[in-house]
């Protein structure tokens, strides 16, 4: 019988201290996580040096909480795999540098994921991929479109030039004095608003898969301002759902068109922004009128994880790639 391939993954690349083990790239055997949002929040965003700091502070305590819960030991762990970037490099460091650490004293294998493909790889957690696939990823601190013609390769098909979608949700938010990440908050008020208000939508070229929400962004701000300047008063509710419908809409369209190009066998959404209704709703709308499966993972596999780094990282160990001891934090690290 085949052995397992037993995965310990560790992520640090924004504000979540995360570790787990993940059992032949589809199974999570321990998901720990641990938050940094309540020491950002009265910031209005993440402050690099907190982040890097409460890393530090947390890794041990999230390292070993991952092994109490798998009921495992190191014998059973086949590689290290570790978010080597995009993210803070402050933050990127402590991970690197836990990886290993512990690679050269366990001597196991260590294995460099990038982040983003970790995000895809949480979909596998939930349900096999089916390729060709397109991936649908939208963070705080990315919009792409990535097309996979198998395991491990990545074709970035469009991303955006300038604000990430959860970056504009998050800027929206702190205009209407909502707390840090505000893209929960605005999805929950635009679910009581009204689209009353004509956003833009920035399609940019013909056939461009790429993405802009500055504008959008900048549009919202000179409303806010021009309606307090008048007198008039605008209802939160329907700036957020005016500005939600926006977003949902160029993201949707330009998936659906990629999809239909490409002709994809699956589309997958992925990072912190999946977890928004409105855009779960109108995906699964029009997706439904396809034959494209379209697949979405539960909440809380969309925000940060390790179980999607072990999971993107049992790839690149069973493809044989591996990092060596000189592993260093790429806080711009290309997605190929
Ligand atoms: O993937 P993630 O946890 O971290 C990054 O890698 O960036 O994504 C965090 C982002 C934040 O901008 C947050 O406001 C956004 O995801 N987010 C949402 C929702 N939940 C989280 N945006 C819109 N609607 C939501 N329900
Ligand atoms: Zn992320």
Redesign the pocket.
């Known amino acids: 019988m085949k052995k397992d391939t037993m995965i310990l993954g560790i992520e640090t ?2 504000d ?1 201290t995360a570790v787990a083990i993940v059992k032949n790239g589809t199974e999570i055997i321990s998901n720990v996580v641990a938050s940094q949002i309540e020491s950002h929040k009265r910031f209005g965003g993440v402050v690099p040096e907190i982040a890097s700091r409460h890393h530090v502070e947390q890794m041990t305590i999230v390292l070993e909480e991952a092994f109490q819960t798998s009921g495992l030991t190191w014998d059973d762990i086949d590689a290290i795999s570790v978010t080597q970037g995009p993210g803070l490099v402050g933050a990127l460091l402590v991970g690197v540098n836990t990886a290993k650490a512990l690679a050269f004293a366990k001597q196991k294998p260590l294995v460099g994921v990038h ?1 983003i493909a970790g ?1 895809i790889y949480a979909n596998r957690l939930e349900q096999e991929f089916e390729f060709p696939l397109l991936a649908l990823i939208v ?4 919009t792409e479109l990535v097309r996979m013609k198998e395991h491990g390769s990545y074709e970035v098909i469009g991303e955006t030039r300038d604000d990430a979608a ?2 504009a ?2 800027k929206v938010a702190r205009m209407l004095h909502l707390p840090y ?4 908050h ?2 929950r008020l635009a679910a009581e608003g009204e689209e009353s208000i004509d956003f833009p939508r920035a399609w940019l070229e013909e056939g461009s898969y790429d993405f802009s929400f500055s504008g959008l962004k900048s549009a919202v701000i000179n409303k806010i301002h021009n309606a307090k300047q008048r007198g008039e008063t605008l209802k939160d509710e329907d700036i957020a759902a005016s500005f939600q419908a926006s977003v949902i809409d160029v993201l949707t369209e330009k998936t659906l068109r990629a999809a239909k190009e490409y002709k994809v066998k699956q589309v997958i959404v992925a ?3 999946a ?3 409105g ?1 779960r709703n109108e995906l699964e709308k029009k997706f439904s009128q396809t034959s494209i499966p379209l697949s979405v993972p539960p909440l809380k596999l ?3 994880n390790a179980a999607m780094i072990a999971a993107a990282g049992t790839i690149n160990y069973q493809q044989g790639k591996r990092s060596g001891l000189d592993l260093n934090a790429n806080a711009s690290l290309i997605l190929k």
């Open positions: 690349s924004c979540e982040h995000h963070s705080g601190g990315h959860g970056e949700y998050d990440p505000g893209g929960p605005i999805d990072g912190g922004v977890a928004n209704r855009l969309c925000t940060d």
